[in-house]
Protein backbone atom coordinates (compact mmCIF):
# COMPACT_ATOMS: atom_id res chain seq x y z
CA UNK A 1 0.00 0.00 0.00
CA UNK A 2 1.03 3.54 -0.79
CA UNK A 3 -0.98 6.44 -0.83
CA UNK A 4 -2.57 9.16 0.81
CA UNK A 5 -6.06 8.52 3.35
CA UNK A 6 -8.71 10.93 4.25
CA UNK A 7 -8.89 11.26 7.90
CA UNK A 8 -11.34 13.77 8.26
CA UNK A 9 -10.84 17.34 9.28
CA UNK A 10 -9.53 18.28 5.32
CA UNK A 11 -6.36 15.83 6.35
CA UNK A 12 -5.40 13.64 4.31
CA UNK A 13 -2.21 11.31 5.50
CA UNK A 14 0.21 9.53 3.29
CA UNK A 15 1.06 6.20 4.39
CA UNK A 16 3.60 3.78 3.05
CA UNK A 17 3.22 -0.37 4.05
CA UNK A 18 5.05 -3.09 2.52
CA UNK A 19 5.49 -7.25 3.82
CA UNK A 20 3.68 -9.14 5.48
CA UNK A 21 2.85 -10.84 8.59
CA UNK A 22 1.61 -9.89 12.57
CA UNK A 23 2.49 -7.69 14.44
CA UNK A 24 2.27 -4.85 11.91
CA UNK A 25 5.36 -2.29 12.68
CA UNK A 26 4.33 1.17 12.68
CA UNK A 27 7.33 3.93 12.19
CA UNK A 28 7.07 7.76 13.33
CA UNK A 29 9.92 9.69 12.83
CA UNK A 30 11.71 12.20 14.49
CA UNK A 31 10.60 15.94 14.54
CA UNK A 32 10.93 17.69 11.01
CA UNK A 33 10.92 14.48 9.03
CA UNK A 34 8.80 12.59 6.64
CA UNK A 35 8.37 8.77 6.13
CA UNK A 36 11.43 8.78 3.83
CA UNK A 37 13.67 9.13 7.52
CA UNK A 38 12.98 5.13 7.19
CA UNK A 39 14.33 4.39 3.91
CA UNK A 40 17.09 2.32 5.59
CA UNK A 41 15.41 0.62 7.62
CA UNK A 42 11.57 -0.59 6.50
CA UNK A 43 12.85 -2.47 3.24
CA UNK A 44 14.46 -5.13 5.98
CA UNK A 45 11.93 -4.85 8.17
CA UNK A 46 9.20 -6.23 5.81
CA UNK A 47 11.07 -9.31 5.23
CA UNK A 48 9.76 -10.22 8.68
CA UNK A 49 6.87 -8.53 9.05
CA UNK A 50 4.30 -6.01 7.92
CA UNK A 51 5.69 -2.30 8.52
CA UNK A 52 4.66 1.31 7.73
CA UNK A 53 6.00 4.36 7.57
CA UNK A 54 3.61 7.21 6.75
CA UNK A 55 4.09 10.93 6.85
CA UNK A 56 2.82 13.35 9.24
CA UNK A 57 0.46 16.43 8.71
CA UNK A 58 2.63 19.22 7.56
CA UNK A 59 5.04 16.46 5.99
CA UNK A 60 6.07 14.60 2.90
CA UNK A 61 3.28 13.73 0.55
CA UNK A 62 0.55 14.40 3.60
CA UNK A 63 -1.84 17.76 3.90
CA UNK A 64 -1.16 20.99 5.62
CA UNK A 65 -1.19 20.44 9.65
CA UNK A 66 -3.42 22.93 11.35
CA UNK A 67 -2.43 25.13 14.26
CA UNK A 68 -1.43 24.40 16.90
CA UNK A 69 -1.16 20.44 16.07
CA UNK A 70 -0.54 19.12 19.60
CA UNK A 71 1.78 15.60 20.22
CA UNK A 72 -1.49 14.12 21.37
CA UNK A 73 -3.21 15.04 18.43
CA UNK A 74 -0.98 13.66 16.04
CA UNK A 75 -1.10 9.80 18.21
CA UNK A 76 -4.86 10.43 17.13
CA UNK A 77 -4.61 10.85 13.58
CA UNK A 78 -2.28 7.83 13.41
CA UNK A 79 -4.70 5.89 14.94
CA UNK A 80 -7.61 7.20 12.43
CA UNK A 81 -5.08 6.54 9.91
CA UNK A 82 -4.18 2.81 10.53
CA UNK A 83 -7.92 1.63 10.79
CA UNK A 84 -8.84 4.00 7.63
CA UNK A 85 -5.96 2.14 6.10
CA UNK A 86 -6.92 -1.19 6.67
CA UNK A 87 -3.84 -2.01 9.01
CA UNK A 88 -5.68 -3.30 11.95
CA UNK A 89 -2.35 -4.42 14.03
CA UNK A 90 -1.36 -5.78 16.93
CA UNK A 91 1.22 -2.43 16.52
CA UNK A 92 4.86 -2.82 17.48
CA UNK A 93 5.70 1.03 17.39
CA UNK A 94 8.78 2.58 17.15
CA UNK A 95 9.32 6.33 17.50
CA UNK A 96 12.56 8.14 16.75
CA UNK A 97 13.03 11.48 18.73
CA UNK A 98 9.46 13.18 19.01
CA UNK A 99 8.10 10.26 17.13
CA UNK A 100 8.54 8.62 20.51
CA UNK A 101 6.24 10.59 22.58
CA UNK A 102 3.54 10.67 19.63
CA UNK A 103 3.89 6.58 19.89
CA UNK A 104 4.00 6.72 23.52
CA UNK A 105 0.55 8.99 23.13
CA UNK A 106 -0.99 6.02 20.90
CA UNK A 107 -0.07 3.50 23.52
CA UNK A 108 -1.83 5.17 26.27
CA UNK A 109 -5.21 5.50 24.32
CA UNK A 110 -4.64 1.98 22.45
CA UNK A 111 -2.66 -0.22 24.96
CA UNK A 112 -4.81 -3.15 23.93
CA UNK A 113 -3.24 -2.72 20.41
CA UNK A 114 -0.09 -2.16 21.39
CA UNK A 115 2.41 -5.73 20.69
CA UNK A 116 5.74 -3.44 21.68
CA UNK A 117 7.54 -0.89 21.12
CA UNK A 118 10.88 0.34 20.34
CA UNK A 119 12.00 4.04 21.22
CA UNK A 120 14.76 5.53 19.09
CA UNK A 121 16.97 7.88 20.95
CA UNK A 122 13.62 9.37 21.60
CA UNK A 123 12.33 12.36 23.86
CA UNK A 124 11.92 11.35 27.28
CA UNK A 125 8.93 13.14 29.91
CA UNK A 126 10.83 15.48 31.70
CA UNK A 127 12.79 17.07 28.74
CA UNK A 128 11.47 20.55 29.26
CA UNK A 129 13.16 20.40 33.18
CA UNK A 130 15.66 18.69 33.06
CA UNK A 131 17.33 18.87 29.36
CA UNK A 132 16.10 21.86 28.15
CA UNK A 133 16.68 24.41 31.53
CA UNK A 134 20.49 23.55 31.33
CA UNK A 135 20.17 25.38 27.70
CA UNK A 136 21.84 29.01 27.65
CA UNK A 137 18.49 31.23 26.47
CA UNK A 138 19.95 31.67 23.25
CA UNK A 139 19.94 28.33 22.00
CA UNK A 140 15.96 28.14 23.50
CA UNK A 141 15.05 31.13 21.50
CA UNK A 142 16.43 29.71 18.41
CA UNK A 143 14.64 26.30 19.51
CA UNK A 144 11.37 28.32 19.54
CA UNK A 145 12.35 30.39 15.92
CA UNK A 146 12.88 26.60 14.32
CA UNK A 147 9.31 25.38 15.63
CA UNK A 148 8.11 28.36 14.40
CA UNK A 149 8.83 28.01 10.76
CA UNK A 150 8.23 24.11 10.56
CA UNK A 151 5.31 23.24 8.87
CA UNK A 152 3.88 20.72 11.72
CA UNK A 153 1.82 23.54 13.33
CA UNK A 154 3.79 22.41 16.57
CA UNK A 155 4.75 25.84 18.23
CA UNK A 156 6.92 25.46 21.25
CA UNK A 157 4.41 25.82 24.04
CA UNK A 158 2.07 23.31 22.45
CA UNK A 159 5.60 21.07 22.15
CA UNK A 160 5.63 21.60 26.36
CA UNK A 161 2.38 20.97 26.51
CA UNK A 162 2.89 17.13 25.05
CA UNK A 163 5.59 16.58 27.01
CA UNK A 164 2.90 16.97 30.14
CA UNK A 165 0.54 15.42 28.42
CA UNK A 166 3.19 12.32 27.94
CA UNK A 167 4.08 12.35 31.67
CA UNK A 168 0.24 12.42 32.51
CA UNK A 169 -0.22 9.76 30.34
CA UNK A 170 2.44 7.82 31.41
CA UNK A 171 1.55 4.16 32.41
CA UNK A 172 3.68 0.91 33.28
CA UNK A 173 3.47 -1.28 29.82
CA UNK A 174 3.67 -4.32 31.85
CA UNK A 175 5.80 -6.97 30.32
CA UNK A 176 5.01 -5.87 26.90
CA UNK A 177 9.21 -5.92 25.01
CA UNK A 178 10.43 -2.76 24.97
CA UNK A 179 14.33 -1.69 23.54
CA UNK A 180 15.20 1.51 23.66
CA UNK A 181 18.55 2.73 21.78
CA UNK A 182 20.31 5.57 22.77
CA UNK A 183 23.30 7.37 20.87
CA UNK A 184 26.61 6.71 22.38
CA UNK A 185 28.57 9.26 19.76
CA UNK A 186 27.71 12.80 20.84
CA UNK A 187 27.29 15.50 18.26
CA UNK A 188 28.59 18.88 18.79
CA UNK A 189 26.34 21.33 21.23
CA UNK A 190 24.79 24.20 20.38
CA UNK A 191 27.23 26.83 19.79
CA UNK A 192 25.69 28.89 22.49
CA UNK A 193 27.15 26.52 24.82
CA UNK A 194 30.12 27.45 25.27
CA UNK A 195 31.75 25.52 28.58
CA UNK A 196 32.50 22.00 28.88
CA UNK A 197 30.71 21.62 32.57
CA UNK A 198 27.50 22.56 30.80
CA UNK A 199 28.19 20.32 27.45
CA UNK A 200 28.50 17.75 30.07
CA UNK A 201 25.50 18.33 32.43
CA UNK A 202 23.59 18.62 29.00
CA UNK A 203 24.70 14.96 28.03
CA UNK A 204 24.03 13.34 31.39
CA UNK A 205 20.96 14.58 31.37
CA UNK A 206 19.77 12.81 28.10
CA UNK A 207 21.31 9.92 29.05
CA UNK A 208 19.41 9.99 32.41
CA UNK A 209 16.36 9.96 30.15
CA UNK A 210 17.22 6.92 28.36
CA UNK A 211 17.57 4.90 31.21
CA UNK A 212 14.14 6.08 32.72
CA UNK A 213 12.45 5.17 29.81
CA UNK A 214 13.45 1.89 30.39
CA UNK A 215 11.59 1.78 33.06
CA UNK A 216 8.76 1.65 31.20
CA UNK A 217 8.15 -2.16 31.30
CA UNK A 218 9.46 -5.52 32.73
CA UNK A 219 10.50 -6.27 29.49
CA UNK A 220 12.81 -3.88 28.34
CA UNK A 221 16.27 -3.71 26.96
CA UNK A 222 18.01 -0.43 26.90
CA UNK A 223 21.25 -0.78 24.51
CA UNK A 224 23.67 2.35 23.28
CA UNK A 225 25.33 3.25 20.25
CA UNK A 226 28.67 3.79 20.49
CA UNK A 227 29.11 5.10 16.88
CA UNK A 228 25.97 6.21 16.41
CA UNK A 229 24.39 9.78 16.87
CA UNK A 230 21.13 11.03 17.26
CA UNK A 231 19.96 9.99 13.81
CA UNK A 232 20.50 6.18 14.50
CA UNK A 233 17.91 5.32 11.81
CA UNK A 234 20.57 6.52 9.33
CA UNK A 235 23.82 5.87 11.54
CA UNK A 236 22.96 2.90 12.76
CA UNK A 237 20.21 1.33 11.04
CA UNK A 238 21.06 -2.58 11.47
CA UNK A 239 20.84 -2.05 15.09
CA UNK A 240 17.94 0.01 14.72
CA UNK A 241 16.40 -3.04 12.22
CA UNK A 242 17.86 -6.15 14.84
CA UNK A 243 15.55 -3.98 17.85
CA UNK A 244 12.56 -4.03 15.84
CA UNK A 245 13.10 -7.39 15.07
CA UNK A 246 13.93 -8.97 18.61
CA UNK A 247 10.80 -7.47 19.92
CA UNK A 248 8.36 -9.05 16.96
CA UNK A 249 9.74 -12.02 17.89
CA UNK A 250 9.28 -11.87 21.57
CA UNK A 251 5.55 -10.35 21.01
CA UNK A 252 4.64 -13.49 18.30
CA UNK A 253 6.17 -15.92 21.38
CA UNK A 254 4.80 -13.85 24.59
CA UNK A 255 8.85 -13.95 25.18
CA UNK A 256 11.37 -12.06 27.08
CA UNK A 257 13.42 -9.34 24.78
CA UNK A 258 16.86 -11.46 23.98
CA UNK A 259 19.47 -8.52 24.65
CA UNK A 260 22.46 -11.06 23.25
CA UNK A 261 20.95 -10.95 19.95
CA UNK A 262 21.25 -6.77 19.75
CA UNK A 263 24.81 -6.45 21.91
CA UNK A 264 26.58 -7.78 18.76
CA UNK A 265 25.00 -4.53 17.16
CA UNK A 266 25.40 -1.95 19.39
CA UNK A 267 28.83 -1.03 17.64
CA UNK A 268 27.59 -1.47 14.41
CA UNK A 269 27.01 2.24 12.34
CA UNK A 270 26.91 2.88 8.28
CA UNK A 271 30.51 4.39 7.49
CA UNK A 272 30.78 8.33 7.04
Excluded at 228 to 239: D, F, T, V, Y
Aim: proline share 6%; glycine share 10%; aromatic share 4%.
Amino acid sequence: MDGRVDIGDDLSLHIHCIGEGVPTVVLDSGLGLDGSAWADVQPEVGRFTRVCAYDRAGRGYSSAAPKPHSNRQMAHELGVLLDRAGQRGPYVLVGHSMGGMNVRLFASEHADRVAGMVLVDAVGDEQPSRYWALMPDAAMAEMRDMLDKLPEGLDFDTFVAGFADMRAASRSMGDVPLVVLTHGREDPPPPQVSSAEQTMKIRVAWQEMQTDLAKLSTNAVHVTAPKSGHNMQWEAPRLVVGAIHQVVIAARGHGRVNSAALLPLANDAVAK
